[in-house]
């Protein structure tokens, strides 16, 4: 291989091209400076984020569009740490993302030295991979894994700490093209004996159910299993991270499953009597509302065999990769079956969330959700953050090609305005709504300036009922109704916040108005921010 | 129940963490751990003893597999592979009590590692519950100090956890 003699900050910066990264997501410092100073002589794009969780946020979303590893850039110390929280959601959701953070000079390390944190051991619990790039000559065959890592087999976040001085050591550099991990390989085709097996279990089935989870949106893992679903006439629900992967008009398709879930998805799960679980990790708040069985034949489809038998014992386990297996599935089905009855009687199970408009000066919150919902058009990116937001935006928002971004596993408030900001770099021409509450506003604001500094044209939505509504919520029910440390008092009129930053807003407190200010957001070419008025002990459980 | 997992691990810097790490955070017993390198000085052996039912065992098996720095792992049977922990016992010993507690070294195929006027320390090599068993027997002469290896077990016969 010809190799160039260079620094390993351009070596760094000579693999992210040859990983075809254009943009990045970060926050400088001392101890990345050589690296930021390469950057300079290129043309990634790096948006500069207002706080270094943000940075990982926006990576999150960036990937989630792109399907490919996004990356998030922090100095030592500090900066690392801050990191830490966007890493662990993104590994709950099983997101590509590679994390390069700035580390204290070599001989330094554990020295306690100024802004110094051992980043790979205290990330270790949430990173599928971590390097301290300790020896310069590791530099190329250390970026081509993490990107191989993190964007191949299960997703996940690896991370990179690299010392100051070996950022600024020479090295003779090429980038390999080839990868061989021998404690690394993960599988791609399901076993054929599973394969048969749940081939036959399918077709005993008289009430099977397909469980869409958010694994589906590797390759072409929706479409299959949309062409699955048809061919057998197997009804479908989803998980709230598996949302958008069959669409909401689809006749089979009866909504999503688990504590916040509607009715019909439900019903379904727990009367089916073969469950079919695709990239579904089968997490306690989806099947929180499952009954325990005897007379159920489960089929766990997944690449990552820990999941199989974790929450759920499995009759039929198939590791795999989605796209593979599913075609393997196609390819295996015997005469299509039909399953009217079934259908017929989940159809019955069907209702009709009914809205009852609010009181003068606010708009019920699912009412202005199904305003939205109907403007945006079909191939939009809904980022809900979480909290009652996420609920009223999940059950609301319909899809037909369109996304949806939260952080399922880990719940992390502050997700949607950055994530949104990754998910509209990723797709410029696409519309990508920021939907959070008061709460989740007020931690993620400061990423405003960031949308306004790179021309990134989110939508932000505020629903604002001034309190930390699911918190309060959980109060009234199981703690007497003493509500503790849930009002928002003092917080601002969030239209101001956003003319601060020259950010166009209106304040919606009717149904007519929210139809007008909608209609105002979809057609701006400009970020645009809506504050929701909403009353202050509405729920999202009734 | 007590199982012994043979794991082969990339001989890198924090891979011990990363495993220790592993069982702490996802609330998985370890009784011992022993850790040596083997005939290929790249790969690492960590021996693990762990306490747990079936459904956790199958759960370390497979949350170790995750691990980017582990080769592979294998739990091994009781009845077809051999179990060995290496411990020294450092007994209070008089001279009038040498020929005594030698003679217990001598039934229990220990050495004698080292000798003083008021001690004795005894080199065993066997299996958990035999180690057990000669513990009690030098108890009543004043056990001093005991320092135990961790289990490191092998498979019978041809079998071998190879890379």
């Given at each position: 291989?010809?190799?160039?003699?260079?620094?390993?900050?351009?070596?760094?910066?000579?693999?992210?091209?040859?990983?075809?990264?254009?943009?990045?997501?970060?926050y400088?410092?001392?101890?990345?400076?050589?690296?930021?100073?390469?950057?300079?002589?290129?043309?990634?794009?790096?948006i500069l984020v207002r706080h270094?969780v943000n940075?990982?946020h926006a990576?999150?979303?960036?990937?989630?569009?792109?399907?490919?590893?996004?990356?998030?850039?922090?100095?030592?110390?500090?900066?690392?740490?801050?990191?830490?929280?966007?890493?662990?959601?993104?590994?709950?959701?099983?997101?590509?993302?590679?994390?390069?953070?700035?580390?204290?000079?070599?001989?330094?390390?554990?020295?306690?030295?100024?802004?110094?944190?051992?980043?790979?051991?205290?990330?270790?619990?949430?990173?599928?991979?971590?390097?301290?790039?300790?020896?310069?000559?590791?530099?190329?065959?250390?970026?081509?894994?993490?990107?191989?890592?993190?964007?191949?087999?299960?997703?996940?976040?690896?991370?990179?700490?690299?010392?100051?001085?070996?950022?600024?050591?020479?090295?003779?550099?090429?980038?390999?093209?080839?990868?061989?991990?021998?404690?690394?390989?993960?599988?791609?085709?399901?076993?054929?004996?599973?394969?048969?097996?749940?081939?036959?279990?399918?077709?005993?089935?008289?009430?099977?159910?397909?469980?869409?989870?958010?694994?589906?949106?590797?390759?072409?893992?929706?479409?299959?299993?949309?062409?699955?679903?048809?061919?057998?006439?197997?009804?479908?629900?989803?998980?709230?991270?598996?949302?958008?992967?069959?669409?909401?008009?689809?006749?089979?398709?009866?909504?999503?499953?688990?504590?916040?879930?509607?009715?019909?998805?439900?019903?379904?799960?727990?009367?089916?009597?073969?469950?079919?679980?695709?990239?579904?990790?089968?997490?306690?708040?989806?099947?929180?509302?499952?009954?325990?069985?005897?007379?159920?034949?489960?089929?766990?489809?997944?690449?990552?065999?820990?999941?199989?038998?974790?929450?759920?014992?499995?009759?039929?386990?198939?590791?795999?990769?989605?796209?593979?297996?599913?075609?393997?599935?196609?390819?295996?089905?015997?005469?299509?079956?039909?399953?009217?009855?079934?259908?017929?009687?989940?159809?019955?199970?069907?209702?009709?969330?009914?809205?009852?408009?609010?009181?003068?000066?606010?708009?019920?919150?699912?009412?202005?959700?199904?305003?939205?919902?109907?403007?945006?058009?079909?191939?939009?990116?809904?980022?809900?953050d979480?909290?009652?937001n996420?609920?009223?935006?999940?059950?609301?928002?319909?899809?037909?090609?369109?996304?949806?971004?939260?952080?399922?596993?880990?719940?992390?408030m502050g997700?949607s305005i950055p994530?949104a900001i990754?998910?509209k770099?990723?797709?410029?021409?696409?519309?990508v709504i920021a939907i959070c509450g008061d709460g989740s506003f007020q931690m993620q604001m400061m990423e405003l300036a960031t949308a306004i500094q790179h021309d990134i044209n989110i939508k932000v939505i505020v629903m604002r009922n001034n309190?930390?509504?699911?918190?309060?919520?959980?109060?009234?029910?199981?703690?007497?109704?003493?509500?503790?440390?849930?009002?928002l008092d003092g917080s601002p009129r969030y239209t101001k916040i956003a003319e601060a930053y020259g950010i166009e807003a209106a304040l919606v407190d009717?149904?007519?108005a929210?139809?007008?200010a909608?209609?105002q957001l979809?057609?701006s070419d400009r970020p645009f921010l809506i504050e929701v008025s909403?009353?202050?002990?509405?729920?999202?459980?009734? | 129940?007590?199982?012994?997992?043979?794991?082969?691990?990339?001989?890198?810097?924090?891979?011990?963490?990363?495993?220790?790490?592993?069982?702490?955070?996802?609330?998985?017993?370890?009784?011992?751990?022993?850790?040596?390198?083997?005939?290929?000085?790249?790969?690492?052996?960590?021996?693990?003893?762990?306490?747990?039912?079936?459904?956790?065992?199958?759960?370390?098996?497979?949350?170790?597999?995750?691990?980017?720095?582990?080769?592979?792992?294998?739990?091994?049977?009781?009845?077809?592979?051999?179990?060995?922990?290496?411990?020294?016992?450092?007994?209070?010993?008089?001279?009038?009590?040498?020929?005594?507690?030698?003679?217990?070294?001598?039934?229990?195929?220990?050495?004698?590692?080292?000798?003083?006027?008021?001690?004795?320390?005894?080199?065993?090599?066997?299996?958990?519950?035999?180690?057990?068993?000669?513990?009690?027997?030098?108890?009543?002469?004043?056990?001093?100090?005991?320092?135990?290896?961790?289990?490191?077990?092998?498979?019978?016969?041809?079998?071998?956890?190879?890379?």
């Amino acid at each position: 291989m010809n190799t160039t003699r260079m620094t390993v900050a351009k070596a760094m910066t000579e693999c992210l091209k040859a990983e075809g990264i254009s943009t990045v997501f970060g926050y400088p410092g001392a101890a990345i400076c050589p690296f930021y100073d390469e950057l300079y002589n290129t043309d990634i794009r790096h948006i500069l984020v207002r706080h270094e969780v943000n940075g990982g946020h926006a990576a999150s979303g960036y990937a989630r569009i792109s399907g490919k590893p996004a990356v998030a850039i922090a100095t030592s110390g500090p900066g690392a740490l801050n990191l830490i929280t966007a890493i662990a959601t993104a590994y709950m959701d099983s997101i590509p993302m590679v994390i390069i953070t700035g580390q204290v000079n070599t001989e330094q390390i554990g020295r306690d030295v100024f802004q110094e944190a051992d980043i790979t051991g205290s990330a270790e619990p949430f990173v599928k991979h971590s390097y301290l790039l300790k020896n310069p000559e590791d530099t190329a065959r250390v970026f081509k894994e993490a990107f191989y890592i993190a964007g191949s087999g299960r997703r996940g976040p690896v991370l990179i700490d690299i010392p100051y001085d070996v950022q600024k050591a020479e090295i003779d550099f090429a980038y390999p093209e080839t990868i061989d991990i021998r404690s690394y390989r993960p599988s791609t085709y399901g076993n054929g004996q599973q394969i048969k097996r749940a081939i036959t279990a399918m077709e005993q089935a008289v009430r099977p159910l397909i469980c869409a989870g958010g694994g589906l949106f590797t390759g072409d893992g929706a479409s299959l299993m949309r062409r699955f679903a048809e061919v057998n006439d197997i009804p479908v629900v989803s998980t709230m991270m598996g949302l958008g992967a069959m669409p909401t008009d689809n006749p089979r398709y009866y909504g999503m499953l688990g504590m916040h879930g509607c009715k019909s998805a439900n019903y379904a799960v727990n009367h089916c009597d073969t469950l079919i679980l695709l990239g579904a990790r089968v997490g306690d708040r989806a099947i929180s509302a499952m009954e325990a069985r005897s007379d159920l034949t489960v089929i766990h489809i997944d690449i990552d065999p820990a999941e199989i038998g974790k929450n759920l014992a499995v009759d039929i386990p198939i590791v795999g990769d989605l796209t593979a297996v599913l075609g393997q599935l196609i390819e295996a089905c015997g005469v299509p079956t039909e399953h009217s009855a079934w259908k017929n009687e989940l159809d019955a199970m069907r209702s009709d969330d009914k809205v009852t408009p609010a009181k003068d000066g606010y708009i019920n919150p699912k009412q202005f959700m199904r305003i939205l919902d109907k403007a945006l058009p079909d191939n939009s990116v809904v980022v809900a953050d979480v909290g009652q937001n996420q609920i009223w935006a999940a059950a609301n928002i319909t899809f037909h090609g369109g996304r949806f971004l939260t952080s399922g596993g880990m719940g992390t408030m502050g997700y949607s305005i950055p994530a949104a900001i990754g998910a509209k770099a990723a797709s410029p021409d696409k519309e990508v709504i920021a939907i959070c509450g008061d709460g989740s506003f007020q931690m993620q604001m400061m990423e405003l300036a960031t949308a306004i500094q790179h021309d990134i044209n989110i939508k932000v939505i505020v629903m604002r009922n001034n309190y930390l509504g699911m918190v309060r919520e959980l109060q009234e029910k199981g703690y007497d109704n003493r509500l503790t440390a849930v009002s928002l008092d003092g917080s601002p009129r969030y239209t101001k916040i956003a003319e601060a930053y020259g950010i166009e807003a209106a304040l919606v407190d009717s149904p007519e108005a929210a139809e007008t200010a909608v209609k105002q957001l979809i057609s701006s070419d400009r970020p645009f921010l809506i504050e929701v008025s909403v009353e202050e002990h509405e729920k999202t459980i009734l | 129940m007590k199982h012994t997992i043979s794991v082969l691990v990339e001989n890198n810097a924090g891979v011990l963490a990363r495993i220790a790490g592993l069982f702490a955070r996802r609330g998985f017993n370890i009784d011992s751990l022993a850790v040596g390198v083997t005939d290929d000085e790249r790969v690492s052996r960590i021996t693990i003893v762990a306490d747990g039912s079936d459904y956790t065992l199958e759960q370390i098996e497979k949350q170790l597999n995750k691990l980017i720095d582990v080769i592979k792992v294998k739990t091994l049977k009781n009845d077809t592979s051999i179990s060995r922990e290496l411990v020294l016992i450092k007994v209070g010993c008089s001279s009038r009590q040498r020929a005594e507690i030698m003679s217990i070294a001598e039934i229990a195929h220990a050495k004698i590692s080292d000798i003083s006027n008021t001690t004795i320390t005894l080199e065993l090599s066997d299996s958990k519950d035999n180690l057990a068993n000669y513990e009690e027997l030098l108890r009543p002469y004043g056990i001093k100090e005991i320092v135990r290896t961790g289990t490191i077990a092998i498979q019978k016969g041809e079998a071998a956890v190879r890379v």
